[in-house]
């Protein structure tokens, strides 16, 4: 009977630390920042949003020599803005997802550089933040990543959470985020068994693919052979959320390219990592 006490008090305790108003204090602080970052511009409003700790993945010659260095450092440089912005950099989360303990999330949608002048679009592509909560219970970006698109990315008004991973079957029960990730360095079929059925891949110049049939048919058309090399792993501290970047060298019908990638993976319901959002960009 004890035991059975000890354990229910476990349960209770695990419930009570989901956070479940993490999320959407999340989406309206990503929202606020659009909004200042719409006025004031880009410089002075992702120095006002990112975090001390914000980091930049910055691509190398190859995949392999790609860095990550301290996102801050290369924003002081740039020139503030002259005020009204004229040319306006304006995003709308569209979907994402929190760490049960609210310490981990990442959101996408679209954006566009709006000319005020000519009431052009100059620029239109897709965002990808990772945000990690402060110290202070604020939310600042760690991570920010963008694509271009051929096209405006319509139909991403309505914000909605992404959907948690079905459940899978490569990887052990309970393995490392980093056992996962080498798992998966030589692409192929050993990344797409650890895709979940929902993933969004994002892809520079391309419109966003959702659904692991749509992005396995994309994958083995693009590529012959690749090689990821990861450069930083971040996980909440509930364990369920994990988010790696790194360089990639690749072969495609093209030939070699060389590149930058994100992936966020969830946790799915027997305890293996699942990948649930990939974004890249080619380099050279």
Same mark, same amino acid.
Do not use: C, Y
């Given at each position: 009977m004890k035991g059975l006490l000890i354990a229910a008090a476990a349960s209770v305790t695990l419930v009570a630390q989901v956070d479940t108003?993490?999320? $959407?204090?999340? @989406?309206? /602080?990503? =929202?606020?920042?659009? &909004?200042?970052?719409?006025?004031?511009? @880009? =410089?002075?409003g992702f120095l006002t949003f990112f975090g001390d700790d914000a980091v930049s993945?910055?691509?190398g010659a190859t995949g392999a020599a790609a860095k990550v260095s301290?996102?801050?450092?290369? %924003?002081v440089t740039l020139a503030p803005a002259k005020l009204p912005v004229l040319a306006r950099l304006m995003w709308e989360p569209f979907t994402g997802q929190m760490s049960d303990d609210g310490t981990l999330g990442w959101l996408t949608g679209p954006y566009v550089v709006l000319?005020? %002048? +000519?009431?052009?679009?100059? =620029?239109?592509g897709a965002y990808f933040s990772v945000w990690k909560r402060q110290a202070d219970g604020t939310y600042r970006v760690w991570l920010d990543e963008g694509i271009t698109l051929?096209?405006?990315? /319509?139909?991403? +008004?309505?914000?909605?959470?992404?959907?948690? $991973?079905?459940?899978?079957? &490569?990887g052990a029960q309970g393995e &490392?985020?980093?056992?996962?990730?080498?798992? *998966?360095?030589?692409?192929?079929?050993?990344? @797409?068994?650890? %895709?979940? &059925?929902s993933i969004r891949l994002h892809r520079d110049g391309v419109m966003p693919m959702e659904g692991r049939d749509l992005v396995r048919d994309w994958a083995s058309a693009a590529w012959t052979s690749m090689k990821y090399t990861p450069l930083r792993f971040e996980r909440a501290a509930s364990g369920d959320l994990g988010v790696t970047l790194g360089g990639y060298d690749g072969t495609s019908t093209r030939g070699p390219q060389h590149g930058t990638w994100v992936r966020v993976w969830h946790?799915? *319901?027997?305890n =293996?990592?699942?990948i649930v959002f990939e974004t890249s960009k080619q380099t050279k």
């Open positions: 108003q993490a999320l $959407p204090r999340m @989406v309206a /602080t990503e =929202r606020a920042f659009a &909004a200042a970052t719409e006025q004031i511009g @880009v =410089r002075d993945l910055d691509p301290r996102a801050k450092d290369g %924003l000319n005020q %002048l +000519s009431k052009e679009i100059d =620029r239109k051929p096209n405006v990315w /319509t139909g991403a +008004s309505e914000f909605r959470a992404a959907p948690a $991973p079905d459940a899978g079957t &490569a &490392a985020l980093d056992d996962a990730e080498r798992a *998966v360095a030589a692409g192929g079929e050993a990344w @797409v068994a650890r %895709l979940a &059925a946790r799915d *319901v027997t =293996r990592w699942r």
